[in-house]
């Protein structure tokens, strides 16, 4: 495990090319786990190199790279429910914009790693700087592809932070209309509801959301939260 | 421990304790955020439809190994055909007897690492003062034939040597041309992991065998209503030029009267709204 470690750390040393092997073993050491955040630390701190001489074709294969680790991370924080593998996603999808500053990824990544750590802070306070930083990459990514559904999703997601419940209407009504996020779109409708005291009409939108059936965590949210809402009008 | 340090301490501890509790909450509070899809790659392609032309064939009675003018019509004829095509805008046009080595050679087999479709021939007929072939235009995947057709050409040689005319062959070239249409490009309106229906068919003169590639449109729908909300949330934000990314390299497998159905030999998948230009 540790000799992986050092191989990698040798290479990534070596820059520019070692940021390559470097980040390619990365990806394929599942041994030394632990030490992912220092070596995403270590590549992205290469990429600051002034000598760096890329040709646009080598800086495009660069960025992809940094953007697969960015969705990595974000993978990662998404499952174990972490703030400090958003952290390395934020850097990494940082990075990947200063080469590709028309990233649609890389804008989009930034965006929905913004939106998770302002989800980690439950008074506006503290996820305003978040949600703005969110807005504005989501907001990008929306322009560079103009009418890709996608941010559309994660933007009435920050809608609904923010409170803004008839803009969070609007932009899931089309998604739904598309037949797109189905299941994710029914669980923010039932949440917006379930805020509002519109018991019955959540209910409604979880059973939907539960038979799009994805994302998986999508689904089990719709039917734990279907059973919260049965078991409250059980009690009133 | 004095009283007023374990109250000190007895309030840090609830202080901790509460807000962990409170950041639990916050965490589970908000429905969980799907991860972004699954990204396609970006192709880089070449736009023109690539033709690579291989030494002729002959299918005769003569010992072609001892016959030198025979030699000479098998690798004259395709070098003629080349220079023609070479000088007409359709075809981006490979000489195929010099590209790769043994078993990267390019022949028909593995013509589709080099290019499009492939023009293949046989000689039919040498004598002295005519020289007849059969040309054909293939499909590099499939082996589909798109265009065949065969020319007999008065031919100027002299010695062991082979000139076939080239005004016959120049007419010849600007009929195989024509046998791939050019059309613009076309709409993907139904999409299933790597096979795509188009909304163009043979009212487009599409063939089987023809080839494209596909840009990533999919997904994306302008509804104003969403448009007004996005700007509402975000505020203005500086407008992005972007390019067309390539996702995919499609052929045709079948076509009926409005409608054409292509497979994706390249590239992950294609999607609905998906843009499809032909070559």
Request: aromatic share 8%.
């Amino acid at each position: 495990m540790m000799a992986n470690f050092q191989k990698i750390q040798r290479s990534l040393h070596l820059h520019p090319l070692g940021l390559m092997l470097g980040a390619t073993l990365l990806s394929g050491a599942p041994a030394c786990r632990g030490d992912r955040g220092d070596l995403a630390i270590l590549a992205i701190g290469a990429q600051n190199d002034p000598c760096r001489r890329m040709t646009p074709e080598g800086e495009r294969r660069e960025a992809k790279i940094l953007v697969e680790h960015g969705r990595f991370y974000l993978d990662r924080a998404h499952q174990q429910r972490r703030r400090s593998g958003l952290i390395f996603a934020s850097q990494c999808f940082r990075s990947a914009l200063s080469i590709t500053p028309q990233s649609y990824d890389a804008h989009l990544g930034l965006g929905i790693t913004h939106l998770e750590l302002a989800k980690h802070y439950s008074s506006p306070r503290l996820w305003r700087k978040d949600i703005t930083l969110a807005k504005r990459f989501l907001g990008n990514a929306y322009r560079i592809r103009r009418g890709d559904l996608e941010p559309i999703y994660f933007l009435a997601e920050v809608a609904v932070i923010e409170r803004k419940h008839d803009i969070a209407v609007t932009l899931l009504d089309t998604l739904v209309k598309q037949g797109a996020f189905l299941g994710p779109a029914h669980v923010l409708f039932g949440f917006i509801c379930e805020r509002e005291g519109r018991l019955d009409e959540a209910s409604l939108h979880y059973e939907h959301a539960a038979l799009a059936g994805i994302p998986e965590r999508s689904a089990v949210y719709a039917v734990e939260h279907g059973f919260d809402i049965t078991e409250r009008r059980g009690a009133r | 421990m004095t009283q007023q340090d374990f109250t000190r301490f007895r309030r840090l501890a609830l202080a901790a304790l509460a807000s962990t509790s409170f950041l639990g909450c916050a965490i589970r509070f908000y429905p969980p955020t799907p991860l972004p899809e699954p990204r396609r790659d970006r192709l880089v392609v070449h736009p023109e439809f690539r033709v690579g032309v291989l030494r002729f064939g002959y299918d005769g009675d003569r010992d072609v190994a001892r016959d030198a003018a025979l030699v000479a019509a098998q690798r004259s004829v395709p070098a003629v055909l080349l220079e023609e095509l070479a000088r007409g805008e359709r075809f981006s046009v490979f000489e195929g007897n010099n590209l790769g080595e043994d078993e990267n050679a390019f022949t028909a087999e593995n013509a589709h690492r080099f290019v499009d479709a492939y023009i293949s021939g046989t000689i039919l007929a040498e004598s002295r003062n005519d020289l007849c072939f059969e040309a054909r235009l293939t499909n590099a995947h499939t082996h589909e034939v798109l265009f065949v057709s065969s020319l007999c050409v008065p031919d100027r040689s002299s010695g062991t040597g082979s000139s076939p005319a080239p005004g016959p062959i120049r007419g010849f070239a600007h009929r195989l041309e024509d046998a791939v249409p050019m059309i613009d490009k076309a709409n993907v309106i139904a999409a299933e992991d790597r096979l795509l229906t188009l909304d163009v068919g043979h009212d487009r003169q599409v063939q089987r065998g023809m080839v494209g590639f596909l840009t990533a449109t999919g997904g994306v729908v302008i509804d104003p209503t969403a448009e007004e909300a996005v700007e509402e949330l975000t505020g203005k934000l500086p407008q992005f030029t972007t390019d067309l990314t390539v996702v995919g390299e499609f052929y045709v497998i079948d076509v009926s009267s409005e409608k054409s159905v292509a497979y994706l030999y390249s590239g992950d998948y294609a999607r609905l709204g998906d843009t499809a230009f032909f070559k």
